[in-house]
């Protein structure tokens, strides 16, 4: 096959882990038979810098014309919170995601075995494994809704947001979640707030018509505050979660800390159409920038999430799984994962010895 895809360097340490990732697809391309072409697309603050605005016009034209988008990261002190919004590398993040139409955010949570000691997990709870997907609605709700804030009479300012769900929007993220649980362990955790909230009664409602399709789908609601909980005391019993916009926001970071490194979790954006973006759920860490100290990880992990999901290519998605597996387990390590006493290794060094992982391979 023939692949293009996008590439958004970004900022901070965006290029130096995308520049890895690149290699690692070159090399599971050359392994399988592939060809792939990529194209430069220019956003965050590097964009400010070169013409002014974080999301240049026909950055979503670029990106529509690929198969995937891979992103690094985008921000940093420069461009903060004091400069006007089409300055700001977060609007543009937002903006690709609406372009885009990418409803559903996916972001594994996998305790790799090699890093079983790095969970912040009782020992016993780490060792029955961790293996969950967080499949989050995120063009919609609280973070979507109408905002207001104004001067009341006698309580002084007042603020409001709201939160909105139609049956549509549950439904699509919905029907993904139990999609993807067949390809796993088949079992879907719809998280909501149904004895408070109206939105989450809709959103139950919804989810209790699609697992009566699925049927072959093991089914369970889960309340916001049992799930927050659970994610501590037994997150082996998840596999795939579900859940609107803020919920996930909240849980699906909570959910990657318990695994112990943002340095090495992936996520993929993806709607009902090409193409799905693909980046590391960590920022752009302006604090190592340029020093060959990054972990790739995360972005060379995103990058197999690319060919599970939207090149349905999964032998190339787990050859790069078994890599990455493969050099953890002999015992290499970027600063961030690092203890006293491992072989630390840099950005690159990280990457060619993952190139090195699958082209050896059988
Ligand atoms: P961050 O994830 O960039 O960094 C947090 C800490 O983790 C830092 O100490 C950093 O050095 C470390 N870290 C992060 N990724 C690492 C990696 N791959 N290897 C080793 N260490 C790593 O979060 P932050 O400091 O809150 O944000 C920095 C900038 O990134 C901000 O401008 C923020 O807006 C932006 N950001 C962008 C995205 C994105 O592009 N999707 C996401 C989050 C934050």
Known sequence: MNYKIALIR???IGPEVVNEAVGVIDAVAAKFGHTVEYVDVLMGGC???????????????KCRACDA?????????????????QQRPETALLAIRKDLGLYA??????????????????KETAERGIDLMMVRELTGGIYFGKRDKYQTEDRGMEATDLMAYSEKEIERVGRRAFELARLRRGKVSSV?????????????????????EYSDVEYEDVLVDNCAMQIVRDPGQFDVLVTENMFGDILSDEASMVTGSIGLLPSASIGDSAPGLYEPIHGSAPDIAGQDKANPIATILSAAM???????KAA???????????VLAQGARTPDIAKPGDEVVGTREMGRRIREAIESAK
């Open 306 to 312: 690319m060919f599970r999901y939207s090149f349905q």
């Open 47 to 61: 964009a400010t810098d070169a013409v002014g605005v974080s999301y240049p016009e026909g950055t979503a034209e």
């Open 69 to 85: 988008v891979l992103l690094g990261a985008v921000g940093g002190p420069k461009w903060g919170p004091d400069k006007p919004a």
């Open 105 to 122: 955010n996916l972001r594994p949570a996998m305790l790799r075995p090699a890093m079983a000691d790095a969970s912040p997990l009782r």
């Open 192 to 212: 909501d707030k149904a004895n408070v909230l109206e939105t989450s009664r809709l959103w139950r409602s919804v989810m209790h018509r699609l697992s009566e």
């Open 10 to 12: 970004g900022d901070g």
């Open 316 to 326: 190339e998605a787990d050859a790069i799984e078994r890599a990455v597996d493969a």
